[in-house]
């Protein structure tokens, strides 16, 4: 879709990237540490100035102690720390639980290792989870739950419910977790992140995954963090050592400086809520149906009441016809999806979205 909107010259509001420039106080630090010398292979794990600064952020948020020598990595951002969890903990042969829709590194990484996805679909427009579905899907090759809060690419926050829910399974059934949090700060309408360090049997035998690309609009940089106790990161270290190693050292320095003030993350769902209900606000009383995102930065919006268009080709049209690029929301179901949905990314410079909402209020039922 990215290369469909430069090749029409099309407003690009599909990709999920932020819109506008980081921090330059933040870009400040990492020249600063570049000058300084700061520039050749940092340790395995990662800095750990940068971890021992995560290790306080997830006991202030979270009331866990986390030990930042043994228990966080950093890695090159989020996919790359899935990835490698994937790989230390399943096997041929192993059978993993996947929500649909799902962002899509997660079947590769599981089919890579010649283990088997099984998907449990989240039907629109709540995208409840459906507990009865997941327990009967657990059979005795199932060796892990992956699961996405905020969702992408539907922005769903998991529930406490929820969360004791996946508790009482994964403990009955003995699963590993991997908890993908890339989201966390950026959450809406005063709702709170349920991490799994809020539950400590679950943190026990999860693997949580988190961004610094997401939180801080710097997702060129790839770096992020795993966070699991010790057994569990022993694994992880034994292959994220082979495929990556270390992490740019100057970034590293820099975000832990950064990291020091809390209000460069508190600040986030008041800065992105602001961006959500600005285009909502705009696109009520439309012919665009939709349940304003409970989290992260991408709203779906129902086209049903517009076109009888599947979402591939409606998307094409939007961008071919009407200059604008959105994601269809059937790419990320592995089966397809015949919902007529498209993914907007509200990460946009606010003059952005206004533009984009201007297009899409113009776009009339055939």
Known sequence: MSQLAMQHQALNVGQGFPGFEIDMHLASLVEKHLRAGKNQYAPMPGVIELREQIATKISKLYKTNINPQSEITITAGATQAIFTAVSALIHSGDEVILFAPAYDCYEPAIRLQGALPIWVELKYPEYNIPWATVKAAITSKTKMIIINSPHNPTGKIWSADDMKELEIISEENDLLIISDEVYEHI???????????????????????????????ATGWKVGYAVASVEIMQEFR???????????????????????NEEHYQKLPAFYQKLRDNFIDKMSGSN??????????????????????????????????HKIATIPVSVFYPFGSEQKLLRICFAKEEATMDRAAEILLNIVPK
């Open 288 to 321: 665009w149906l939709f349940q304003p995102a409970q989290g992260a930065y991408f709203q779906i919006l129902n086209y049903s009441r517009i076109s009888d268009l599947p979402d591939i080709d409606f998307a094409k049209h939007l961008v071919e016809i």
């Open 238 to 260: 034994k292959v994220h050592q082979y495929n990556v190693f270390s992490v740019n050292t100057p970034v590293q320095y820099a975000l832990a400086e950064y990291l020091m």
């Open 187 to 217: 959450t809406f309408d005063d709702q709170k992140h349920e991490s799994i360090f809020l539950y400590p049997k679950l943190a026990a035998r999860s693997i949580g995954v988190f961004s610094f690309g997401k939180t801080f609009h």
